[in-house]
């Protein structure tokens, strides 16, 4: 049995602000069931209360976001028999203090979805937080943010990223689409969830072969290095997608669904791949990024591309995890 989380609202009419809430979804398969067919493996939990074969599709509706720009767009409808509830799909632009306006009516109905089209990186991604794990989305500048090598620290500044349909289907959308990392797939039970990043985001590994190699036990490896190693892969089918970004004083490891992994690195070619207006905001917050002699460290030792895949490799002809117990309480002691 699968759990997914995404976050939505309980209908309580037009003309107030929402607040999103946490929507737990459980299924014995990857798709939401059409609207008239009875599915009694699927539940939908939200502010304690779980609701069995909630019948669903998406709906239209008009919307004022907490910046006061008016939206029409398609959101994901579940009928519980005695209750609508609601929740944004992937890049919408409605947020917490959102004011419904209007209602449009029924767009699908009848085919259901796949949930991963739902739930990839939009909302939900889990980071450690002083207190506890707290999605993503959530986080705002100055929340403090476990990390590996420097206790808490503050957020300085949090991002996103939209990739649009049209984006998705162009001839690079291959460079866009997000990394897959199923849960348990890098070792020790790591991560704790199914995990999604971009393909250049870079997770840690901790093992004696990295250490063998590189002379220290602890490197980063781009996502993209890691496809094919225990199920990790490319998800192709999505309508759109949302990257968040997290950026700290320095280069540090945090923990996605408690995984090590990195934040925002400040190197040339990362801020040549989000927005302007994001380059700009990290300027305004670090300006010694605009120095040309500026050179950021990094939290842990980046290897090529080349011997990024070629530790890999090595990890699957060994059949080894890319965690090992011993090197990460060696290097966290």
């Known amino acids: 049995m699968a759990t997914y989380e995404i976050n939505g609202w309980v209908w309580s009419g037009l003309g107030s602000a929402t607040t999103l809430s946490t929507i737990t979804i459980t299924d014995d398969d990857p798709t939401m069931s059409p609207y008239f067919t009875d599915d009694f493996t699927e539940t939908l939990e939200i502010g304690g209360t779980t609701y069995t074969n909630p019948r669903g599709g998406t709906y239209e509706l008009t919307f004022t976001d ?69 999605p993503i989305e959530t986080l705002c500048a100055g929340d403090l943010i476990k990390t590996q ?45 199914d995990l999604c990043v971009s393909r250049q985001h870079r997770m840690l590994v901790s093992s004696k072969i990295a250490a063998r190699m590189f002379e220290t036990s602890e490197v980063f490896v781009s996502a993209v290095k890691l496809l094919g190693y225990n199920g990790i892969r490319q998800i192709t089918d999505l309508r759109s997608v949302e990257y968040y970004h997290l950026l700290f004083d320095q280069h540090e490891i945090i923990f996605a669904e408690d995984a090590p992994t990195e934040s925002f690195y400040t190197g040339r070619e990362a801020l040549r791949l989000i927005s302007q207006t994001s380059a700009d905001e990290i300027l305004k917050l670090k300006p010694e990024i605009a120095q040309s002699h500026y050179i950021p460290d990094v939290a842990a030792y980046i290897p090529s591309g080349k011997h990024q895949r070629k530790l890999i490799e090595r990890h699957q002809k060994n059949s080894a995890c890319l965690y090992n117990a011993a090197t990460m309480r060696q290097e966290r002691a």
């Open 66 to 134: 907490s910046g006061g720009t008016s939206h029409t767009e398609d959101f994901l409808l579940w009928f519980t028999g005695s209750n609508f509830i609601f929740a944004p799909l992937p890049g919408s632009n409605f947020d917490d203090g959102s004011v419904l306006d209007s209602l449009g009516g029924w767009q699908e109905f009848s085919s259901g979805f796949n949930w991963e089209d739902i739930t990839c990186f939009t909302s939900g991604t889990l980071i450690e937080t002083i207190n506890g794990s707290t």
């Open 149 to 193: 090598n420097h206790g808490y620290r503050p957020l300085l500044w949090i991002g996103k990223s939209f990739v649009s349909f049209a984006d998705l289907s162009s001839e690079n959308a291959d460079k866009l689409y997000p990394v897959k990392i199923p849960a348990h797939s890098l070792g020790l039970g790591l991560p704790s969830r």
